[in-house]
């Protein structure tokens, strides 16, 4: 049986969304974690030989940016306390969709991929270079593109009394 809801969709609470967003944040820690961890020990155990200083230095700048993004929803998430310890409010909801902590969640889980692929391939390390060029993408079509793009203002007609009193002011 299907239930269908008419009208205005419920709105969440801010306890709701404070809880939300600390399982979000726990959830993407989790996966941090393992990750991490699970591409260390099985490059070690299984692929040392392979495991040279470039694919090293790859791993480590992979693992500081999925890091950076962690952090980044950990503190976006942080709810409002008050004198007491108490969360009041909420900074961000993470789970917004449109939010800027997707494109942060969405660099943890490339970072999963991309260490799953690159136990099966070294050559898959090339992937990283979507990264720069999705944020350059992203920052040319919400900021620099409508910016460079935008149609110059047009003037609008004055009427005749603001027409004088310009003259006026134009002519002492």
Do not use: C
Not at 87 to 103: C, F, I, K, Q
């Amino acid at each position: 049986m299907n239930k269908s809801t008419k009208g205005k969709q419920g709105t969440r609470g801010t306890k709701q969304i404070i809880e939300e967003n600390r399982q979000t944040v726990d959830f993407y820690f989790k996966v941090f974690l393992i990750s991490n961890i699970t591409y260390g020990i099985l490059r070690y155990l299984l692929f040392w030989d392979s495991f040279t200083a470039k694919f090293i230095a790859l791993y480590l700048i992979t693992a500081l940016v999925s890091f950076i993004a962690y952090y980044f929803i950990s503190y976006v998430g942080n709810p409002i306390l008050d004198e007491k310890g108490f969360a009041v409010d909420y900074t961000s909801d993470l789970n917004m969709p449109g939010h800027v902590s997707e494109y942060a969640k969405d660099v943890i889980l490339f970072s999963v991929i991309q260490y799953i692929l690159s136990l099966i391939s070294n050559y898959f390390w090339l992937a990283l270079i979507t990264i720069p060029v999705y944020v350059f993408i992203k920052i040319w079509q919400n900021f620099l593109g409508p910016w460079f793009f935008e149609p110059a203002p047009e003037e609008q007609p004055q009427d005749q009394k603001k027409q004088k009193v310009k003259t006026k002011v134009v002519r002492r």
